[in-house]
Nanobody, 115 residues
Framework: QVQLVESGGGLVQPGGSLRLSCTTS????????MGWYRQPPGKQRELAATITNPDSTIYADSVKGRFTISRDNARNTLYLQMNSLKPEDTAVYYC?????????WGKGTLVTVSA
């Protein structure tokens, strides 16, 4: 079992920055790839970024050049640095991890980009 807890969401103005964190616990040695997905209001969940172990990254076109995904294995933490935020980035952001063929999810953290 793997547990994921997101933090760092909140209200930010357009053009601002936020850093999301995802703390992992449980059978973390089994974790391979990790990622961030997001679900805008009234829309389906979509990929934001993923990172494998070792560190190969994939970004959605909508966040490329503005978001950076990284992981600190010593702290068992996944990060998403979000810069130049836009109102369309407003969403619940979910951390996810793949371990032994099972996809685990956190409960999400809300990011609101508004003036």
């Amino acid at each position: 079992q793997v547990q994921l807890v997101e933090s760092g969401g909140g209200l930010v103005q357009p053009g601002g920055s936020l850093r999301l964190s995802c703390t992992t616990s449980g059978s973390i040695f089994r974790i391979g790839a990790m990622g961030w997905y997001r679900q805008p209001p009234g829309k389906q969940r979509e990929l934001a970024a993923t990172i494998t172990n070792p560190d190969s990254t994939i970004y959605a076109d909508s966040v490329k050049g503005r978001f950076t995904i990284s992981r600190d294995n010593a702290r068992n933490t996944l990060y998403l640095q979000m810069n130049s935020l836009k109102p369309e980035d407003t969403a619940v952001y979910y951390c996810t991890a793949w371990a032994d063929g099972v996809n685990y999810w956190g409960k999400g953290t809300l990011v609101t980009v508004s003036a």
